[in-house]
């Protein structure tokens, strides 16, 4: 590297370390501002009433894990010094906060409970940098910190179809999000290799289709003919979902499931074989990819089964939002299908892309009369994103439903981009920049930190229709907890950032900074994350 690629980081590494750098935050508070001096305490008193109690507890909880000093909570009682306190301001919106530590204490600002959660997680980061020696006394810098977050969808998604991890993994996932301020966890239990929720009224699902006779794996991946020889196997039940979604909702963090339609179907035809367009019993997928066959969207057994799968996961998720995937539907299963033909040919309907907007749009507006609203992968637009599907099959004068949210993850940016332009809120997971699954060659950490959802070129005007961005942990080569932590960790600290933190305001430098104290968290919590080079 030559001496001039070096100076801009050490003049912002200079700046830094004598202004806000003496306080590391991830994400970045948006505005943070050091008063000078300390607050200097031996106990602290938290302040609480009936509205606020439940982050009070959170917060003592966690502080024990990283400091021995006395803390208590007190009801309704306002201590004049050495407190926490958490105050009210409707002004502010529901994920703002404002952090002041003064003189005499602490103070954390919000509309109500999602706020002073945030709060309560940056200043456990504060508390973590300046516990070190545990000593009789604790000294934090005093300080304001104003702050909220700059995309409304900030979503860690996992891939549990694949490979069954279990509620202790996905408690431990949601911790971190938590940390990190990110707010929605999205579920994908249920793909080709794997069925993972229960559904009562068909208990075929996870009695067949979550167990598959071998899994393929090896290095060559994809290509790989080698197979494990050895079973797997795994779902949850609805009492166990209900208990992680609590878990969640106290870390103020929505549950967002996925139940693919039409494609991505074959551990549900494995189940039960007159969903598929075939109508053949066939066998859950030892191998990955796309499936075997899918959905017959035509039948009207097969789209009561998906509102009666429907109606169970939204008894279970208060999630507004449903995913249905919708993604790398093959598009011959329905062309060589009789039946599929003649109820096309009666709705009118000249392509398979049609036939997937129109079934597609019957699946939004049977959740939108459930309050509900329906996401998937931008396929649901009909575009045409692979090599398996003729560019006639995907050409389409459906129009999706305007109250879709659009799942961007493939294809020309002008897709993303047009969508919004049409009034469509969107998701933007562009794979090539936000798949955890990727190598760290293929997506090292400063790209994963530099992705920005708002596509370039994009008009200002449209900018609020990007509400967000989700990362995916797909599951196919990660059998492991080890791995998935690998493949996650640190990477996920940059997309909380990306999610949080305001463009201007961001600095990969000070984050790498930050990231110091991370790692000594999940190194505490036997969380195995990549070194990355300095």
Do not use: C
């Amino acid at each position: 590297m030559k001496i001039k690629d070096l100076l801009l980081p050490l003049l912002i590494l200079m700046v830094t370390a004598t202004h806000s750098q003496k306080v590391n935050i991830i994400p970045q508070p948006n505005e943070m501002n050091l008063q000078g001096g300390y607050f200097t305490f031996t106990r602290l008193l938290i302040h609480t009433n009936s509205k606020s109690q439940a982050t009070a507890k959170y917060l003592l909880q966690e502080l024990k894990k990283i400091s021995r000093k006395s803390y208590y909570i007190r009801l309704n009682e306002q201590p004049s010094s050495n407190y926490i306190s958490f105050d009210k301001n409707t002004t502010l919106s529901k994920e703002a906060y404002e952090l002041r530590i003064a003189d005499n204490g602490i103070s954390i600002t919000a509309a109500g409970p999602t706020g002073w959660f945030y709060g309560t997680q940056s200043l456990l980061q504060i508390f973590t940098q300046y516990e070190k020696n545990r000593g009789q006394t604790t000294s934090l810098p005093k300080l304001t910190i104003k702050d909220q977050p700059a995309f409304q969808w900030r979503a860690y998604m996992l891939d549990e179809a694949r490979y069954f991890k279990g509620a202790q993994q996905v408690k431990l996932l949601l911790d971190e999000m938590a940390y990190l301020k990110m707010n929605v966890f999205h579920w994908h239990l249920v793909d080709d290799q794997g069925w993972r929720i229960e559904i009562k009224k068909y208990p075929l699902l996870t009695k067949i289709g979550s167990k598959r006779k071998s899994t393929q794996i090896g290095p060559k991946q994809w290509e790989s003919p080698i197979q494990s020889g050895e079973p797997h196997e795994g779902f949850y039940t609805q009492e166990e979902i209900k208990e992680i979604i609590a878990y969640a909702q106290e870390r103020h963090i929505t549950i967002v499931p996925e139940i693919e339609m039409p494609g991505h179907s074959t551990a549900a035809i494995a189940s039960y074989p007159w969903l598929g367009t075939s109508g053949q019993k066939i066998e859950v997928p030892i191998k990955f990819g796309v499936g075997k066959d899918v959905y017959n969207v035509t039948d009207p057994r097969v789209n009561q089964f998906l509102k009666d799968v429907l109606d169970e996961v939204m008894a279970l998720f208060p999630s507004k939002v449903i995913h249905i995937g919708g993604d790398e539907v093959k598009y011959n299963h329905w062309k060589n299908s009789r039946s599929v033909n003649d109820f096309m040919r009666k709705k009118g309907l000249k392509s398979p892309a049609d036939l997937q907007v129109y079934f597609t749009n019957s699946i939004s507006n049977y959740l939108q009369s459930k309050d509900r609203r329906m996401m998937g992968w931008n396929e649901i637009l009909g575009h045409n994103l692979h090599y398996f599907q003729d560019k006639k099959d995907t050409q389409t004068s459906q129009e999706l439903a305007k109250n879709s949210v659009v799942h961007f993850w493939k294809g020309d940016v002008e897709l993303a981009t047009n969508a919004a332009k049409k009034g469509y809120d969107i998701v933007n997971s562009l794979h090539s920049s936000t798949y955890l699954d990727y190598t760290y060659k293929a997506i090292p950490l400063k790209k994963a930190y530099d992705f920005n959802p708002i596509p370039k070129g994009l008009d200002v005007k449209f900018h609020s229709k990007i509400i967000g961005l989700g990362t995916q942990m797909w599951g196919e080569w990660i059998p492991t907890n080890g791995e998935m932590h690998y493949q996650t960790f640190p990477r996920i600290a940059a997309y909380s950032e990306v999610g949080w933190t305001k463009q201007e305001n961001k600095s990969y430098y000070r984050f790498l900074l930050g990231l110091s104290y991370l790692k000594d968290r999940w190194k505490a919590k036997d969380i195995y994350f990549a070194q990355i080079p300095k």
